[in-house]
């Protein structure tokens, strides 16, 4: 205990030296956490539960208007604020510019909504005025709304109240499409933690950001390791640390208490700039986790994962240049195709699938558990087997190159 209690003063030591090396380890992933969930907050709150406002100006309130109206009030996002035409001034220069979408009936909708909308010359069912700032999807979601209030409107003016059999899906029309294109809620998630009729919606720019900035931080670590690492192999440090009968394990296992330490100040930096400096500057605040226990399961699964890569890396290097290299890239491809650099909810289905190989991935996975998905310490347990997992094989690769050497 005395000689694994002397190696880690040692690496406290050589880590005090290299101030240029934590500086990058707490600085760089603070200055991406603010820089990216403020510039990317209207981003992710496009993907969020969200309720777009729009005017509805209808000529009366007939059955047939009416029947329409109702089925566009009962879709979850695009909410019509109703107004008749003898209601709306007639320049309509006030009520029409304070929204972005304006939806007009003819002035003969009740006679030609049960009709074929096909008469010559005559003019338009709707007509939708749109600013330009709407998005084109939005545009596109907003005439699949207005098309499906228009087939139940007319069903339901032909047929009656009661739709005829095989049309009693028509509600579901507009909510699978939305739902689809407009991504409001994981289709088919559930929670693990809650009621089951509860959705899971895709994270907000600092729930995003904040665990992904700071996965790159903690595998980031090799930065300082290699450095102090080669720096003791060309000056024969390990050579002396054999003459004093300490093994090669016991340097490995050294270096793990300083950095493990280094990693989880990272954690409550973050989680700091993520609750209190990204508010003040007009982003969203970090919620508290669902479970500290399981944010302290995950955060330390995940230091073990990237010191011992890091580990890896520094044995098989010949310089700290190469050290860090070599790192770096592997750094960049592990968060590039694990939902770091891109979430992983805006990837195509075959790179999602490819994310799943990355470390970074199952990090993340176990970071939005708790911090988004409201879920118990169990449910990190996975990811977190699964990272220690990987930081093992690593370390076990490390000591098998380190003894070869020496």
């Known amino acids: 205990m005395s000689k694994i209690t002397a190696l880690v003063s040692k690496e406290l030591r050589l880590l005090s030296r290299d101030w240029q090396g934590l500086a990058v380890l707490f600085i760089l992933p603070a200055i991406f956490i603010l820089i990216m969930s403020i510039a990317m907050q209207e981003a992710f709150g496009e993907r969020q539960a969200v309720r777009i406002d729009y005017l509805l100006i209808v000529p009366t309130t007939t059955e047939v208007s009416g029947e329409f109206v109702r089925a566009l009030r009962e879709h979850p996002v695009f909410?019509?604020?109703?107004?008749?035409?003898?209601?709306?001034?007639?320049?309509?220069?006030s009520d029409e510019q304070a929204y972005a979408i304006t939806v007009r009936l003819a002035d003969d909708f009740a006679r030609r909504l049960p009709l074929s909308d096909r008469g010559?010359?005559?003019?338009p069912l709707l007509t939708v005025v749109l600013a330009p700032t709407v998005k084109p999807y939005v545009r596109e979601l907003l005439y699949a709304t207005l098309r499906q209030a228009a087939v139940k409107a007319?069903?339901?003016?032909l047929f009656g109240t009661a739709l005829p059999p095989g049309m009693q899906d028509l509600d579901a029309i507009g909510a699978v499409s939305v739902q689809t294109r407009y991504g409001i809620a994981a289709p088919g998630a559930t929670l693990t933690a809650g009621r089951p009729e509860d959705t899971i919606a895709p994270p907000t720019a600092v729930q995003q950001n904040v665990p992904a900035w700071l996965i790159f931080a903690m595998f980031f670590v090799i930065v300082p390791l290699s450095t102090t690492?080669?720096?003791?192999?060309?000056?024969?440090t390990f050579l002396r640390l054999q003459l004093l009968n300490i093994s090669p394990l016991q340097s490995l296992l050294a270096k793990l208490v300083p950095y493990y330490a280094i990693n989880l100040l990272q954690l409550l930096l973050m989680v700091a700039v993520g609750r209190y400096l990204v508010p003040l500057l007009g982003g969203d605040r970090l919620n508290w986790p669902s479970s500290f226990v399981g944010l302290f399961l995950i955060a330390s699964a995940v230091s073990f994962a990237?010191?011992?890569?890091?580990?890896?890396?520094?044995?098989?290097?010949?310089t700290s240049?190469?050290?860090?290299?070599?790192?770096g890239v592997f750094n960049i491809i592990f968060g590039a195709v694990?939902?770091?650099?891109?979430?992983?909810?805006?990837?195509?289905p075959v790179m999602q699938r490819i994310a799943d190989v990355s470390p970074m991935s199952w990090a993340l996975e176990g970071y939005l558990d708790v911090f988004l998905r409201h879920a118990p310490w169990s449910a990190v347990v996975p990811e977190s087997l699964a990272l220690l997992g990987f930081g093992g094989a690593m370390l076990l690769l490390a000591l098998l190159l380190f003894t070869r050497a020496y």
């Open 306 to 318: 990237a010191i011992g890569f890091a580990l890896l890396i520094a044995t098989l290097a010949r």
């Open 154 to 157: 007319r069903v339901q003016q």
């Open 229 to 236: 690492f080669l720096s003791e192999k060309q000056q024969g």
């Open 338 to 348: 694990g939902g770091i650099m891109v979430p992983k909810f805006v990837m195509p």
């Open 79 to 93: 909410r019509p604020q109703l107004v008749t035409a003898a209601e709306l001034p007639a320049s309509t220069s």
């Open 321 to 327: 240049t190469q050290a860090t290299t070599l790192g």
């Open 120 to 123: 010559a010359g005559e003019p």
